[in-house]
């Protein structure tokens, strides 16, 4: 079988076309495995929901640090008539505040843009986290588990549903800093490997090790020929191995990838009206506006579960000292995050799109250092939009001060089993056995928030 | 120097026990003394009968505050004298320096008690730590801390706390062993007035919930013995003697609410004023032993009856097969038995290229030599194979391989797993100690016994001391919590402890019970809590944390029997006590003490009373490794065989209960588990019983055509639990790694021996707004690379490396699209590739010869002459396209480029990536 000559046309062809490359044998396996439906060699096909879901991908913007709900969200400007009260020194909202255009939402000043989509979001001011340290904050927010490690809800649902494009990850995660918990907040954990976060860092190289190091294309296509053929006759008298004829075949999507990876943020094709609305100079992949025109980007390509880190480093929404430190930050995000509701609702996308946008904690009605806050899990606020929420809506309610949930408490788990509702997934049938137990996202815990659902 | 102490104001557990510790008390007693009494700030007062000395003593020097608040009430409430003298105290500074000691023996005691605020501090005696962080409770509480067992050193004892404020009150110094009980006998009409009016009480309106003998124990309240009802349930103490006003039991019989108590009819008048009398005449109680409840009522037989914890059989081998010529060892005898009862024969050997690249990946993690390849095809000793076994098995990278595995079960890492991800650079003296013990084949309950209880056992010498506190890394490594020491959630390290123990060593999943009695498993909460005593009884160093960034409590090794500079991250025994069952497994909701025990479905062993003063960690590893302990050895051979072929004969190898999977082979898994306890737990002798099988021996694929037998094998038995065939494996990370730097001569081959480069101690700044993220780069094999717990390294998380968080029995092999880029495109794959280019060159001038060696060096195997023809024709091609390069027409850089194009295509191919 190696002695015909090689022909680069036909492998290049195969390579690019697909299933050219694997006649016979592989086409077999593949066909054999998509119907047992746990396929090893496609094992992020997509998998259909328990039931009819309303959005078909997720968005997590995670803006790390804790953000101030009483000096964004939830402004509490009744408290400046207190400032000062009490030996923990109260302290408003410090920044102005106004009703939202439609709703009448009342929101800070550090969020214009957002404040005029009121009418497209359903804001929580009732959620809880049981921590309030960063890094079991921020990992509980992402896992439901503080202390444990367990599997992301990116990759729970990219378990639960597989992906529709096999040539980009199902679970990517642009984030230029690491958030607290570090890569633990993107693990799949007990889950397979193949469902872990995908870390994209803006940049020239966006997805490690995507660029072709040969100094020729041709030359790398000349390489993978010679591999296929060696691993062909290897395969030839193992029959039974799904497990090397997936390698192969991941290859092929590698190979793939070098072109739709790259062309995923290229922003070429971009029209001038796109970017302005973004507020993105061209050539800039360092703002948070290339991080959510890249997620608009991905949500069309099929990405599952997108999620963008806003900051992970110092300095972030971790404003101690103060909360003049929210300005830029919210100067930043503001503008790109109503330009991508704005965007994929244009483009019909965003009815079947859940954007997410979460912190780990709120952060105390009291003062801290000069003109600080300490961070505060009893009360903070979280937004969403799009995919089967009820838009133009406000669910739960502080106290006067903005310490406690005086109404509708709503718990990580609940944010966890209602976001998987809206993909479809009941989050007590998603389990996965593991050191004998049946895990699941939301371990014993959730409730669905049919209250906000449209 | 502090000795061991007994505590004894802890409940009395058993009847048996309790008779006991009567008895040794009263001889104990009969040389006791009382010594001195100092009343720190204040006159001179009369307690338990002993005069003390006022402040203004010639016997002690401090310098603190002194201070008074005498309007406080007491929480307990106390006798008039103690309670001036408790009242006023010293604070700020917080040292005492007792003087005028004799030398000899002193118990001691020292009465702390609180104003205001709770205050959590430690108390240290000549600089030891004897009391940890206690929390001095709310406004008004107060206790009697110690005793402490203390020799005068220069007539002098030095007390002194750290942390909180800790406000000193008074000293009581024994002299001898005082036990510190002071209990006198009940006077008659005291002792009748409870027999006639509360006996009977409690036994109509309160046992039926509030008993040993309840169906279902309410708020974790005993009443029914004299020690439960003092501790108390969830809610606290139920009864302050002496105190009516603040006893919770005399409040619910008033209460009209809820918590109204009996709650369905009010006690009677008279009743209620008996329980009055009682509580405010001193509550006497004969009652003297504590009952116990038992939650979940195992029944210990029938749970046995599951087959993981029946009886390690030792069962005949079956050798009344069909083909019995097949079989080489034993071993063989059962795998056959099983195949015939399914009709089905094994397939044919493995060829002699791809069994010893199996053997020598499975024992090293590496790949075999061309020359180690060309020494075996050539030997024609039918002792061929077991001599490549047995030079294996005696090289250093054996230990480097299995130590490995044994890493991954015990989660190891270089830094602790808190928020800020505290380096341990002590840590790898613990790694290295795995990988010597299995190049040493230490017996396997040897090893445990160290890991759990090491600086326990009695050393011959130095190098065994510090073997030993070495050993005890394992239980030192437990993952550490959040940011704070103030409230450290010590329960949740105490757990990873217990989770790993389990897992590892016993193949059970012990924690479900510190909520809630197992769901599945024969385990309950007090079986968890048994276990969980003996690490509260426990030092753990401290590896620093974000607010308390000073490492400490790490054990000097000794050298020349003097404790020397070099530390290690090891245990030690801290102040023993019985641990609190925790309701919903809430460390604030304590229900009763339960003791210090094995699960009572493995034994339920206990500890001795002689030994209730250690941690009991030296008894735990000898309940673990006794030969009747069903799990021990069944576990290890299990993992010793998955290791060996691919997968278990149990699949589930840190599961062996309800929820895991019944072994394919459990005779065999019993004769296995015979034989390790009988070969003296050597780990190194099992290895050579299953390598030396005719079924380690078998090919990995099924090599006939699709029409004979081999498509009712795969019919049959699609997943080969029968081990018809030997299962392929892809290189672990590891593995890959290593064969990578050892292909292109970049491996360092030398042991590690020395601790990673990090930053000096005194340098840490580390917070959870900066942890730990360093990395440490070495050409040193995988296992001695620098792994920390809140930051993987990118390739073994694209490569399924361990979890440094949690036990990991079983490496996916996963195929990642992820893993293919790395492969077509990262630089270290690029680097090696190159090296392994000039490599090649150099070592040949012909082609044909540099292709044969290419192959045989990934694969192990040369190319079928057709590859070979092809693969020539293939770099004649690329060599063409590399001269349209321009710079490329030199011929040894075009040279090196054409041969590193054929290597990186070599390091993608699966017959390189898997094992055969």
């Known amino acids: ?454 | 120097m502090l000795r061991p102490f007994i505590v004894l104001n802890q409940p009395l557990l058993t009847a048996a026990a309790a008779t006991m510790l009567v008895a040794s008390l009263t001889s104990a007693e009969e040389s006791t003394t009382f010594f001195r009494g100092l009343n720190l700030n204040g006159p001179a007062v009369t307690i338990d009968g002993n005069v003390w000395e006022a402040s203004d003593s010639v016997n002690y020097i401090c310098k603190d505050n002194a201070f008074e608040q005498q309007s406080v009430a007491l929480v307990p409430s106390t006798d008039a004298d103690r309670a001036r003298m408790i009242r006023s105290s010293r604070w700020g500074g917080n040292r005492i320096e007792l003087t005028n000691v004799p030398s000899g023996t002193y118990p001691i005691y020292l009465y702390v008690w609180e104003d205001n605020n709770p205050e959590i501090f430690s108390i240290l005696v000549n600089g030891q730590e004897v009391e940890s962080r206690f929390n001095s409770g709310g406004t008004g509480h107060w206790k009697r801390l110690g005793p402490w067992y203390t020799d005068s050193a220069k007539e002098r004892i030095v007390l002194t706390s750290q942390g909180g404020a800790a406000n000193f009150s008074g000293v009581e110094i024994y002299r001898g062993h005082h036990e510190g009980i002071v209990e006198p006998p009940l006077a008659p009409e005291k002792l009748a007035f409870f027999e006639n009016r509360i006996r009977p009480l409690l036994i109509e309106h309160c046992y039926e919930c509030h008993s040993s003998t309840s169906d279902d124990l309410q708020a974790g309240l005993l009443v029914d013995s004299r020690p439960t009802m003092r501790r108390g349930g969830a809610s606290g103490p139920a009864i302050i003697p002496g105190d009516v006003e603040h006893s919770l039991l005399i409040k619910a019989i008033h209460a009209d609410d809820d918590s109204q108590m009996p709650p369905d009819e009010k006690l009677t008048a008279s009743e209620i004023a008996d329980l009055e009398h009682w509580v405010a005449s001193g509550a006497a109680d004969p009652r003297s032993d504590a009952t116990r409840y038992v939650r979940k009522k195992i029944d210990v037989e029938k749970a046995r009856q599951f087959w993981s914890l029946r009886p390690i059989a030792d069962p005949a081998v079956p050798t009344t097969v069909a083909n019995s010529s097949w079989a080489s060892n034993e071993i063989d005898y059962f795998i056959l038995r099983k195949l015939e009862e399914q009709g089905l024969q094994p397939v044919v050997d493995a060829d002699e290229r791809t069994l010893i690249r199996r053997v020598t990946y499975d024992l090293t993690g590496l790949p075999p030599s061309p020359e180690e390849i060309h020494n075996f095809l050539t030997d024609d000793s039918p002792m061929a194979f077991e001599r490549v076994v047995d030079r294996l098995l005696d090289s250093p990278q054996y230990g480097e391989r299995w130590g490995r595995h044994w890493m991954d079960l015990v989660r190891y890492a270089d830094t602790a797993g808190d928020n800020s991800d505290y380096p341990i650079p002590a840590a790898y003296l613990y790694r290295d100690y795995i990988i010597d013990s299995f190049n040493a084949d230490k017996p396997y309950d040897e090893f445990i016994r160290e890991q759990i209880a090491g600086d326990l056992l009695t050393p011959v010498d130095d190098a065994d001391q510090n073997e030993n506190t070495i050993a005890t890394g394992y239980i030192a490594i437990s993952r550490r919590f959040g940011s704070v020491t103030d409230r450290y959630p010590q329960h949740l390290t105490i757990e990873d402890s217990l989770d790993n123990i389990g897992r590892t060593m016993l193949g059970m999943t012990l924690t479900c019970a510190r909520c809630h009695d197992h769901k599945f498993d024969p385990i309950s909460q007090e079986d968890y809590y048994g276990l969980y005593g003996i690490f509260q009884s426990s030092r753990y160093p401290f590896p620093g944390i974000e607010l308390d960034k000073i490492p400490k409590d790490f054990v000097p090794l000794v050298d020349d029997g003097k404790p020397s500079e070099t530390l290690a991250y090891a245990m030690a025994d801290a102040q023993a006590s019985d641990a609190a069952l925790q309701v919903r497994g809430d460390p604030k909701q304590t229900a009763e003490i339960i003791p210090r025990k094995f699960p009572d479905v493995l034994g339920g062993q206990m500890l001795a009373q002689a030994d209730a003063h250690h941690s009991g960690r030296l008894q735990l590893a000898s309940w673990i490794t006794a030969t009747d302990n069903p799990l021990t050895a069944r576990v290890m051979i299990n993992r010793i065989w998955q290791f060996h072929f691919g997968s278990g004969l149990v699949k589930t190898p840190s599961d062996f209960g309800i929820r895991g999977t019944p072994p394919t082979h459990p005779e065999l898994l019993d004769w296995l588990a015979s034989r390790f306890i009988a070969d003296q737990w050597s780990i190194k002798s099992m290895h050579r019983r299953m390598l030396l099988s005719r079924t380690y021996r078998l090919n990995s694929f099924d090599s006939e055509p699709a029409e004979s037998a081999a498509t009712r094998r795969a019919a049959v038995d699609p997943s080969n639990d029968l081990h018809w065939r030997f299962n392929r494996r892809r290189l672990d990370a590891e593995s890959l790694r290593d064969t990578m730097l050892a292909l292109s001569g970049d491996l360092d081959p030398a042991m590690g021996r020395e601790p990673h480069p990090f930053p000096p101690a005194d340098k840490w700044e580390y917070t959870q707004h900066h942890p730990f993220r360093d990395s440490y780069e070495t050409n040193r094999r995988s296992v001695y690379m620098m792994s920390a717990r809140l930051n993987s390294r990118p390739f073994f998380t694209t490569f399924d490396g361990a979890d440094r968080n949690a036990s990991t029995a079983q490496r996916d092999s996963s195929v990642t699209t992820v893993q293919s880029l790395y492969l077509l495109n990262d630089d270290f794959v690029y680097q090696q590739t190159r090296r392994f280019a000039e490599r090649i060159l150099s070592e040949s001038d012909n082609d044909d010869e540099r292709i044969d060696l290419a192959f045989e060096l990934t694969s192990g195997h040369v190319p079928l002459d057709d590859q070979r023809l092809a693969t020539r024709r293939w770099l004649a091609q690329i060599n063409a396209e590399l001269r349209q390069e321009a710079g490329a027409d030199e011929p040894k850089q075009l040279a090196l480029e054409t041969w590193s194009a054929f290597a990186r295509v070599l390091f993608r191919v699966n017959e390189f990536l898997y094992v055969d």
Request: with cysteine; aromatic share 6%.
């Open chain 1, 1 to 454: 079988m190696f002695s015909h000559a090689i022909s680069r046309r036909n492998t290049i062809r195969s390579l690019v076309g697909g299933s050219i490359l694997f006649p016979g044998i592989l086409s077999e396996l593949m066909a054999a495995e998509q119907q047992s439906s746990a396929s090893s060699a496609e094992p992020l096909a997509a998998k259909p929901p328990h039931f009819a879901a309303k959005a078909k991908r997720v968005i997590l913007v995670f803006a790390t640090g804790g953000v101030s709900h009483i000096d964004t969200f939830d402004p509490k400007p009744t408290t400046n008539g207190r400032d000062g009260e009490g030996k923990d020194k109260l302290m408003g909202c410090v920044f102005g505040t106004k009703p939202a255009r439609q709703t009448g939402t009342v929101v800070s000043d550090l969020f214009p843009q957002i404040r005029d989509s009121m009418q497209d979001l359903c804001l929580i001011r009732s959620m809880k986290s049981a921590h309030f340290d960063h890094t079991e904050a921020a990992v509980g927010m992402h896992t439901g588990s503080a202390t444990f490690t367990r599997p992301s809800m990116g990759s729970w649902l990219s378990y639960g549903l597989g992906t529709v494009n096999q040539d980009l990850p199902s679970f990517m995660v642009i984030a230029p800093h690491l958030p607290y918990g570090g890569t633990q907040v993107y693990a799949s954990d007990f889950l397979p490997a193949y469902h872990q976060g995908t870390r994209v860092i803006p940049g020239q190289e966006p997805i490690a090790n995507l660029t072709p190091r040969t100094p020729r294309r041709s030359l790398q296509e000349l390489e993978l020929q010679l591999a296929d053929m060696l691993n062909q006759s290897h395969l030839q008298s193992r029959r039974d191995d799904t497990q090397l004829a997936a390698r192969i075949k991941s290859y092929e999507t590698a190979f793939k990838m070098q072109a739709s990876g790259p062309e995923a943020f290229d922003f070429s094709q971009e029209d001038e009206k796109t970017l302005e609305m973004y507020g993105l100079q061209s050539g800039d992949t360092k703002s948070f506006a290339w991080q959510c025109l890249v997620a608009r980007r991905l949500a069309e390509r099929g990405v599952r579960f997108i999620e963008l880190v806003d900051s992970g480093s110092r300095p972030n929404w971790d404003s101690h000292g103060d909360m003049q430190e929210h300005v830029p930050l919210a100067k930043a995000s503001d503008q790109p995050m109503a330009a991508l509701i704005r965007d994929l609702k244009q483009r019909g996308m965003l009815d079947e799109t859940l954007i997410v946008w979460a912190t780990e904690f709120g952060r105390t009605p009291t003062k801290e250092g000069k003109a600080g806050r300490g961070h505060h899990g009893d009360c903070f606020s979280i937004w969403l939009a799009g995919g089967g929420i009820k838009p133009g809506t406000v669910h739960g309610e502080t106290n006067d001060i903005g310490q406690t949930a005086v109404s509708d408490s709503v718990d990580v788990h609940d944010l966890h089993a209602t976001i998987l509702h809206l993909m479809g997934i009941d989050h007590t049938r998603l389990t996965y056995r593991h050191a004998g137990r049946d895990y699941r996202l939301t371990d014993v815990h959730g409730r669905i928030l049919h209250e906000i659902l449209a």
